[in-house]
């Protein structure tokens, strides 16, 4: 088990041990006004402008709208962040190969992520940012995907965080300015931590708060907590030890005093994401930052509210795009494959070939259907179509089969090299099959699609 220190100390280490390499050192972490373990990166010269989402501008104790009058909104800073999206995706791919052999967190990579403008692509208009789109995150995501997937799964749940505040403005104003300042300073990733070991659904969370004064002490284990090492912020469901207890969720900052990092993440794909425990032994979180407590025997009713849909429905589309990205990167390997490979009794490469071309076809069509359904789901949620926000759910599954049978059949037409450590494909395969853990279970899903589909049948 390791504390935030530690974590810093080691990435200080090995960001030394590349000073002399001609590529920029990538094992240091994101920036933070505040966190220590963040100021290993340069701070802007005084009275220069930060880079990334230095668009984000200041914002008073409260938000203001920045389309008055119904006008539409101004577009300009999404597309400039959306331009430099094949930038970012070379860096990532470059890189990728290294942090999952190794299993380390792509510092380097999240900061080119921040710096296009990308990971604050969410922020809402009347704080100052972009005011990027379900539609822009899927698109955003999506070309992620094809660069690293580790990458594009920490930039997704930052990307859910500020889009949930531009919609139901949980976090305290103070807190969230706190939030967009460190964004302006450098790479702010949150995430919120809802997993326990062995939990059920349905079950009373297992981390408890303890009043303290005017705050509160946590106490307890998360698990798959992606990105944790590198949070700025945490959101950690917990029920408070009162008589009747209330669920909330707690905002912590990532270098509090009593919280330490259990490396636990040692999966087959996404290597990259650190997706580990987080531990919290009576981590302090202030009053104020304790947010949405109610009575813990409520909280199953109120899962189903229009809002937590909406929020479901973000995840879903976000992180289908994720794994779309990944089969289309790997469905780019598998062409430049067929192009060049001529096998010795052959005197044209494999492309040329009718059975090759038609299974490149197959693949095509699924990516196609998977982009179109994910997509187009995504424009019709922007707009406020609510059965669109019920299919999301359904669409995540299909979504996720489809990329996981276009690189297996990629596999599968490539053969031994397809499974080789020195091609990409093999780790395309892994971080696709990976991308099921922020899934809900097959019968999960279904289960619910079907009682929807009889409770429609049923009504007269």
Not at 8 to 18: G, L, N, P
Not at 130 to 141: E, I, Q, S
Request: net charge negative.
């Amino acid at each position: 088990m390791t504390t935030r220190a530690a974590n810093r100390s080691t990435a200080e280490r090995s960001s030394e041990d590349h000073a002399s390499d001609d590529r920029p050192a990538d094992n240091r972490s994101p920036r933070s006004a505040s966190a220590g373990r963040r100021s290993r990166t340069a701070a802007p010269p005084a009275g220069s402008e930060p880079t990334g989402s230095g668009h984000l501008e200041s914002t008073g104790s409260t938000p203001t709208s920045s389309a008055p009058g119904g006008a539409a909104p101004d577009r300009s800073a999404v597309e400039t962040a959306l331009a430099g999206l094949p930038r970012v995706v070379d860096l990532l791919a470059a890189r990728a190969e290294e942090h999952d052999r190794d299993a380390t967190f792509p510092y380097q990579g999240i900061e080119a992520v921040h710096e296009a403008g990308l990971l604050t692509l969410t922020v809402s208009e009347r704080y100052g940012g972009p005011g990027g789109t379900l539609a822009d995150t899927v698109r955003v995501l999506s070309r992620l995907g094809r660069g690293d997937a580790s990458v594009a799964v920490v930039t997704a749940f930052t990307l859910l965080q500020h889009a949930e505040q531009a919609r139901r403005a949980d976090w305290p104003t103070a807190g969230y300015r706190r939030l967009l300042t460190e964004s302006r300073r450098g790479p702010a990733l949150v995430n919120t931590l809802r997993a326990e070991p062995g939990a059920g659904a349905g079950e009373l969370p297992g981390t408890v708060a303890r009043r303290d004064g005017d705050g509160w002490l946590l106490t307890g284990r998360k698990t798959y907590c992606t990105g944790a090492e590198a949070l700025a912020w945490m959101a950690v469901t917990a029920r408070t030890d009162e008589e009747e207890p209330r669920i909330g969720t707690f905002l912590v900052r990532g270098e509090s005093e009593g919280l330490e990092i259990d490396p636990t993440w040692d999966q087959l794909g996404l290597r990259a994401s650190a997706s580990h425990d987080v531990v919290l032994d009576g981590v302090r979180v202030p009053g104020d930052l304790a947010l949405g407590l109610t009575n813990g025997r409520r909280t199953v009713r109120q899962s189903a509210d229009a809002d937590a849909e909406l929020s479901s429905a973000w995840h879903d589309l976000a992180l289908s795009a994720v794994a779309i990205g990944v089969a289309r990167a790997a469905e780019a390997w598998l062409i430049r494959f067929l192009n060049q490979r001529t096998p010795a009794n052959l005197t044209e490469p494999l492309g040329t070939l009718p059975r090759y071309r038609t299974a490149l076809g197959e693949i095509e069509a699924q990516l196609i259907g998977a982009e179109e359904l994910v997509e187009g789901l995504a424009s019709r949620v922007d707009r406020g179509d609510q059965e669109a926000v019920a299919r999301t759910g359904p669409a995540h599954l299909l979504a996720t089969r489809a990329a996981t049978a276009v690189v297996q059949q990629a596999v599968a037409l490539t053969g031994n090299p397809g499974l080789s450590r020195r091609h990409p494909l093999e780790r395309y395969l892994r971080d696709v099959l990976s991308s099921r853990v922020h899934l809900a279970p097959d019968e999960t899903v279904l289960e619910a699609a079907g009682r929807a589909a009889l409770e429609r049948g049923a009504r007269p």
